[in-house]
Each structure stands twice: as structure tokens, then as C-alpha cells.
């Protein structure tokens, strides 16, 4: 039974690697917002908030959308942008380069894409990203780095998008919450 699953997982990572990635990045991201749908539902005291399947569709469309810079990015280019040995040094200067490319792609990518499918235009879209990526990014420096450092240090180039995708399944429950949360509009705005 070993040998035909460690069969099945090498016949997967090497043969269907682009579509593993991307399936997994589109499937978790849906899976975030159903746990924090889930968890909003259950904390709702006055019992008015339904699941919407919607929401959770759209979530996956964004993450089908950018799973292929996911693979592309964790599978290539990071370790052609910064080559080397897995070594302490290395991993710093992949995380570094992570943070300043990636992070801020996919955070405003991802509120972007959001806005866009939930009908609100690109102005619309675009004042979600003004609104929301800079908190976003903050917490992303904060959540990111530390995860990234074994990535890029200790895990060989064709685990590194399944192992950031199981970490973004809590990345993606806290964008979710973050998206669809009632931020209060100043006074006067």
C-alpha cells in the first residue's frame, strides 16, 4: 500500500505538477472562506447568516486564477531570481524577494479579483485594494516570513506550492474574514 501511494504522489508531483498546484490553490482558498463562513455563521446571535455558495465560488475562481503565478513563482522563478544552495542566507534573500513580489501580488490580486466578480467595476475593485491591501500586507509580514523560511530553507522546489497552500488554508480563512467583513466607514466619509 506504500509503495502504490509514494507511486501515485511521484506520478502526480512530476507529471501533473501545474494542475496539482492550481487545483489545490483555487480548492483551498474555497475551503478558507467555508470555514470562516462556518465560524460566522455559528457566532451569528441573532441566527441571519446563511451560507452563500456564491461567495465561496468566487473565492475558488480567484484562486483557480492565480495558481498558475503560484506555480510559476514557487516552482521557478523565485529560485531562478535568487539561486543558490538551501542555506540560511538563501532562504532569507527568497523570503525578501517573496515578500516584495508575491505578497503584494497576490494580496491585490486577490481583492481585486473579488470586487471585480462580486459586480463592483474596476473603480470598485480598485478602492478595495486602497482600502484593504495595506493591513493585509502588514499581517502578511508577520505571517509569511517565518513560514517561507522553512520553504525556502528546508523543503525540496516540488513541495513548496502544496506546502504554501496548506498554510494559506489559515491565510485564506483570515482574507476571507478580512473581504467580507462590515469595516465601518468613518464619520463625514
Known amino acids: 500500500m506504500g509503495s502504490k501511494f509514494s507511486a501515485l504522489r511521484q506520478n502526480i508531483m512530476q ?21 470562516t463562513q462556518n465560524l460566522e455563521i455559528a457566532m451569528d446571535k441573532e441566527g441571519t447568516q446563511k451560507y452563500s455558495l456564491q461567495r465561496t465560488k468566487r473565492m475558488l475562481a480567484v484562486g483557480l486564477a492565480l495558481g498558475p503565478f ?20 538563501t532562504a532569507l ?9 508575491a505578497g503584494p ?4 490580486a486577490f481583492f481585486f479579483g473579488m470586487a471585480l466578480l462580486e459586480g463592483k467595476g474596476v473603480n470598485g475593485a480598485s478602492e478595495e485594494v486602497k482600502e484593504k491591501f495595506l493591513p493585509v500586507y502588514m499581517i502578511d509580514w508577520c505571517f509569511w516570513p517565518p513560514a517561507q523560511f522553512i520553504n525556502f530553507r528546508f523543503l525540496p522546489m516540488e513541495f513548496r506550492v502544496i506546502y504554501v497552500a496548506v498554510l ?18 468613518p464619520s463625514g466619509s
Open 15 to 35: 507529471k501533473h505538477l501545474f494542475v496539482t498546484n492550481v487545483v489545490t490553490t483555487g480548492g483551498l482558498l474555497a475551503a478558507g472562506d467555508a470555514i
Open 70 to 89: 503560484g506555480h510559476l513563482w514557487y516552482s521557478k522563478l523565485v529560485d531562478r531570481l535568487v539561486p543558490g544552495v538551501a542555506s540560511t542566507q
Open 93 to 101: 534573500k527568497k523570503i525578501l524577494a517573496d515578500q516584495i513580489v
Open 105 to 108: 501580488f497576490f494580496c491585490s
Open 168 to 185: 494559506t488554508l489559515c491565510w485564506n480563512t483570515f482574507l476571507s474574514y478580512y473581504k467580507h467583513r462590515d469595516i465601518p466607514k
